[in-house]
């Protein structure tokens, strides 16, 4: 008897880990596309073993579709987590529900059966992954904190990261790319979260 108890325990906490909830809310929470600005980029500033060179001023409120952790490859020490993130039209409940979003290797991808729920141009410029730089330890923490189906809130810089040993990151300036270079590298001087 203990053996089944056992084993129904194990079959719910799997099933709990591996299942994502629906997305439930109504309307669109996050209707504006991100905000993007040159005026008053800061001068280049260093970070550890790294140069961190600011490209632009950014800002963005948008779902979190998917959220990673990293730990242990070359970027992890910058940027703990990535975030695809969603707005105006992949902040919408139903359509988020009929895509399937995935995170791997420091790429975000994303698929459907049948019918896309929206032209697959409008998922690809409403939608992002971002690599998050958090630029202190209080930023670190909310960070870390957010879930999927969090309504996120940033600001901060879009940045290219030269380190000491030849490493190099660079951000897209576009939310029109996609495939390898699309991402974003995002320093965030700024982070609220709250679930949806």
């Known amino acids: 008897m203990k053996r089944v108890i056992a084993l129904a325990v194990l079959v719910f906490a799997g099933w709990f880990y591996f299942h994502e909830p629906r997305a439930q809310w109504r309307g669109m929470p996050a209707s504006r596309d991100p905000v993007q600005t040159s005026a008053a980029i800061p001068a280049p500033f ?78 690809e410029i409403h939608s992002a992954n971002t690599h998050c730089l958090p630029a202190d330890d209080a930023v670190r923490d909310q960070l870390l904190a957010v879930k999927r189906h969090d309504l996120v809130t940033m600001e901060g810089l879009l940045v290219e990261v030269n380190g000491d040993d030849g490493y190099k990151w660079r951000s897209s300036l576009t939310r029109e790319d996609t495939r390898g270079g699309a991402c974003e590298v995002f320093w965030i001087t700024a982070l609220q979260h709250r679930p949806l």
């Open 46 to 123: 260093r970070h550890g073993d790294y140069t961190i060179t600011p490209l632009a001023r950014y800002a963005v409120t948008a779902v979190v579709l998917s959220r990673d952790r990293y730990r242990n490859d070359h970027g992890a020490d910058l940027a703990p987590v990535d975030l695809a993130l969603g707005w105006g039209p992949m902040s919408v409940a139903s359509v988020i529900n009929d895509l399937k979003i995935s995170q791997s290797g420091r790429f975000y991808e994303f698929s459907y059966s049948g019918e896309p729920p929206l032209e697959q141009r409008q998922i």
